[in-house]
Each structure stands twice: as C-alpha cells, then as structure tokens.
Nanobody, 128 residues
Framework: VQLQASGGGVVQAGGSLKLSCVVS????????IGWFRQGPGKERKGVSS????????FYSDSVKGRFTISRDNVKSTVYLQMNSLKPEDTGVYYC??????????????????????WGQGTQVTVSS
C-alpha cells in the first residue's frame, strides 16, 4: 500500500488549500482514510477522517466547520479542503489508511494506532 499526499504550500491566514491523498496498491473502498497534522515541536494529531464507505467522518474540534474531507474511490483519492486557515494549522499533514471492511465500514478512525499505512506528508504553512 502506498499513499501520496500533495497540495500543501504557503498561504496567508484566511486562505484555503486542498490536500489530496492518492492511494495505490489496494482497493481503496475497504480502507478508512485519515489526515493527521504534526506542528513544529508537537506530536502528531488526528485532524479528520472518513470511513471506508464514505458515510461517516470525523473532525477535530480545532478544524470543525473549516475543513471538509471527501473521497473518490474511482480515482483512489481522498481530499481535505481547508478553508479559513489559521497560523495554528501550520504543520506537516500526513494521510493514513486503515483496513476497515464489512462491519467496520461506517467507522471513521480517530487515533494513529488505528491506521496501518502512512504517506510521506505535505507541508502546510499559514502566515499571519
């Protein structure tokens, strides 16, 4: 399984970015996908996730109402639309895949330990 995150960059506060995570090597529709953020000198924390069937999603309190996660299984891609960006959103964003088929298809995992595979990360910098 390989995950390729892209779309990061430098943006002013209040701006927007759209991250993409392309998943290859597996059939994506049995994998929940999550986005995690690691700020400078901070631990990696969950930002958003989407269940394998796409019907459930999770957002951390810090991004709720500003970020939107979506998935396109035909393109094997998960997106994170980030609006109204703040300086505290700065960090490396990682996407991760967790195998949740059948009975777990409605579950949007929130913890790093619930994911099996990780991408390399993309840097997001929000200037004030």
């Amino acid at each position: 399984v390989q995950l390729q995150a892209s779309g990061g960059g430098v943006v002013q506060a209040g701006g927007s970015l759209k991250l993409s995570c392309v998943v290859s090597g597996v059939t994506m529709d049995v994998y929940a996908i999550g986005w995690f953020r690691q700020g400078p000198g901070k631990e990696r924390k969950g930002v958003s996730s989407i269940s394998s069937n796409g019907e459930s999603s999770f957002y951390s309190d810090s991004v709720k109402g500003r970020f939107t996660i979506s998935r396109d299984n035909v393109k094997s891609t998960v997106y994170l639309q980030m609006n109204s960006l703040k300086p505290e959103d700065t960090g490396v964003y990682y996407c991760a895949a967790g195998h949740w088929p059948l009975g777990g298809s409605h579950y949007a995992p929130t913890l790093a330990g619930e994911y099996d595979h990780w991408g390399q990360g993309t840097q997001v910098t929000v200037s004030s």
